[in-house]
């Protein structure tokens, strides 16, 4: 029993965690719960003997920090699989914590688990940066859109002159003529929004120092267009540029790649493809409508394009073009290690 190959499958909870494993030819060794412990799941699978030859974990939150805790302890491969993909490839609508884990482990081992990219520690904090600095200017959005409403409702008219949010319309603010509640509420809207920009200037000096002596970093931010935050982000959710096989792969994986919709004699596209990073994708569209300011050959690409396409379709041609000869300025630089 010591030297037969076993699959191991597993399915992640905050408490608790469901492992089965499975023989080669899918016999099960054993299904059953423990505690959420990489410890414990050595234990158990090492009490049912056999040569681990892969560890499959269905990618959540939680999931890639255990996964890297288990490889430091055992030295399994551990993979973690594609939530979307793996539900799509279940044979009936069932869903139990048994048959989820066994599920894993039979697509390890017939070679069919859709695979996704387990990131490294530094990459993974960096991320959370970026979530959380998503988070702050989401909510600076949600406050700005609140008080111009408050002022919409009470018939505020702009008598400054100036364009909302520059320094002369806050100053002009406090002086518009609200009623005593909707003037405390815009106070604490106000306070609240200052804050807020406080946060998103110390998250933001957090991701520089960060990156600071990142190689990848550094040749992102030579691109003409790219500042501090797109290049976070897209060191943060690409991670290594070397884990795709082509530019047009990381175009798709990042979202900009037209969907294609043709039949027969008709060729067509149906927009962008229902992926990529709710982040970064938006972050790409915006890149690209700054990139013809910046470079003659996006200029004259956005100005040839723009004869028949519309703007935002001129935007994600150019994001896209970018992506692909982005990847092979930095297929070949290497990541430092965590």
């Known amino acids: 029993m010591g030297i037969v190959p076993v699959y191991v499958g597993l399915d992640y909870h905050d408490e608790t965690i469901r492992v089965c494993v499975l023989d080669e030819d899918g016999v099960v060794l054993g299904n059953r719960n423990l505690a959420n412990d990489p410890g414990a799941v050595r234990d158990f699978v090492h009490r049912l003997g056999g040569v681990v030859r892969g560890v499959a974990i269905e990618a959540c939150c939680g999931a890639a920090d255990f996964a890297t805790e288990l490889e430091a302890?055992?030295?399994?491969?551990?993979?973690l699989a594609h939530a979307g993909a793996v539900q799509r490839l279940k044979q009936g609508p069932d869903k139990t914590d048994h048959g989820d884990a066994w599920h894993l482990a039979n697509l390890l081992r017939v070679g069919y688990l859709p695979e996704v990219w387990l990131a490294?520690?530094?990459?993974?904090?960096?991320?959370?940066?970026?979530?959380?600095?998503?988070?702050?200017?989401?909510?600076?959005?949600?406050?700005?859109?609140?008080?111009?409403?408050?002022?919409?409702?009470?018939?505020?008219?702009?008598?400054?002159?100036?364009?909302?949010?520059?320094?002369?319309w806050l100053a002009w603010l406090p002086t518009a003529p609200l009623g005593e509640h909707s003037r405390w509420v815009l106070e604490q809207?106000?306070?609240?929004?200052?804050?807020?920009?406080?946060?998103?200037?110390?998250?933001?000096?957090?991701?520089?120092?960060?990156?600071?002596?990142?190689?990848?970093?550094?040749?992102?931010?030579e691109q003409p267009g790219v500042g501090l935050i797109t290049a976070a982000t897209l060191r943060a959710v690409v991670g290594r540029f070397d884990r795709f096989r082509s530019g047009k792969q990381l175009s798709r994986y990042c979202g900009v790649?037209?969907?294609?919709?043709?039949?027969?004699?008709?060729?067509?596209?149906?927009?962008?493809?229902?992926?990529?990073?709710?982040?970064l994708r938006p972050m790409l569209i915006q890149l690209a409508k700054r990139l013809p300011r910046h470079e003659p050959r996006w200029r004259e690409l956005h100005g040839k394009?723009?004869?028949?396409?519309?703007?935002?379709?001129?935007?994600?041609?150019?994001?896209?073009?970018?992506?692909?000869?982005?990847?092979?300025?930095?297929?070949?630089?290497?990541?430092?290690?965590?």
């Open 120 to 168: 490294d520690e530094d990459t993974r904090q960096l991320r959370r940066l970026v979530r959380y600095r998503q988070g702050l200017v989401t909510e600076r959005k949600q406050i700005k859109l609140r008080i111009r409403a408050l002022l919409r409702e009470e018939r505020i008219v702009n008598t400054s002159g100036k364009n909302p949010w520059t320094k002369a």
């Open 257 to 279: 790649t037209p969907c294609n919709a043709s039949s027969g004699k008709r060729q067509s596209d149906a927009g962008l493809i229902e992926s990529g990073h709710d982040i």
């Open 189 to 221: 809207e106000l306070r609240r929004l200052e804050r807020i920009e406080v946060d998103i200037v110390q998250v933001e000096g957090r991701m520089e120092e960060a990156t600071q002596e990142d190689p990848v970093m550094v040749k992102l931010l």
């Open 305 to 338: 394009l723009r004869k028949t396409k519309p703007a935002n379709v001129a935007s994600a041609a150019i994001a896209n073009r970018w992506l692909r000869r982005l990847y092979h300025e930095l297929v070949s630089v290497k990541v430092q290690a965590g």
């Open 73 to 79: 302890l055992t030295e399994w491969t551990v993979k």
